[in-house]
Every structure is written in structure tokens, then in C-alpha cells.
């Protein structure tokens, strides 16, 4: 293990979970969980806005959220999806 790695606390036997000897030292880290809480409900509040998408095409849009390199203009349309299909 690396000198900055936390020793699990628990561990699984089968279908069983046991304590470690590093459970006594163990703390949450709540920091890290409040991040990550928040992380998720701008990701859920994000695909919620996707699927209300009623104006831009859907697949252009999921580009722009993934950061696609070669998306050449926000107004692009793939005549397949949901909106471009219902705007032609």
C-alpha cells in the first residue's frame, strides 16, 4: 500500500463483511462526502435538464455536456433524436 493510502476498515469474506484493524482509527470524511453529494445533484439537476430538452438537438446537447472536441457549432442537428425528428 502507498504512503498516502488509507487502509480499508472493513473487508468482505464471501458474502460477509468484517472489521480491520485500521477500523478503530477510522473517520469519515465528510469534506469529501459534501463534495461528492453535491457533485451528484449537479449531475441528477443536469440530466434533468436533458431530458426537458425541448429545443435544441439532443445529441449536440449530450456533446456539449461531455466536452466533445469536435463539436463545430452548438446548433448542430443529427436529424435523428427526439427534437430534431419532431422539428422537420
Known amino acids: ?5 488509507v487502509a480499508p476498515p472493513v473487508k468482505q469474506i464471501g458474502d460477509r463483511w468484517i ?3 485500521s477500523a478503530a482509527g477510522y473517520r469519515l ?3 469529501h462526502v459534501t463534495v461528492m453529494n453535491e457533485r451528484h445533484k449537479q449531475d441528477w ?3 434533468l435538464d436533458f431530458i426537458d430538452t425541448e429545443d435544441a438537438c439532443l445529441m449536440t446537447t449530450m456533446r456539449r455536456m461531455l466536452d466533445d ?4 457549432a452548438a446548433d448542430e442537428r443529427c436529424g435523428k433524436c427526439r427534437v430534431c425528428v419532431s422539428s422537420n
Open 45 to 47: 439537476t443536469q440530466m
Open 1 to 5: 500500500m502507498a504512503a498516502d493510502e
Open 69 to 72: 472536441s469536435h463539436l463545430e
Open 29 to 31: 470524511n465528510e469534506d
Open 19 to 21: 472489521a480491520t484493524g
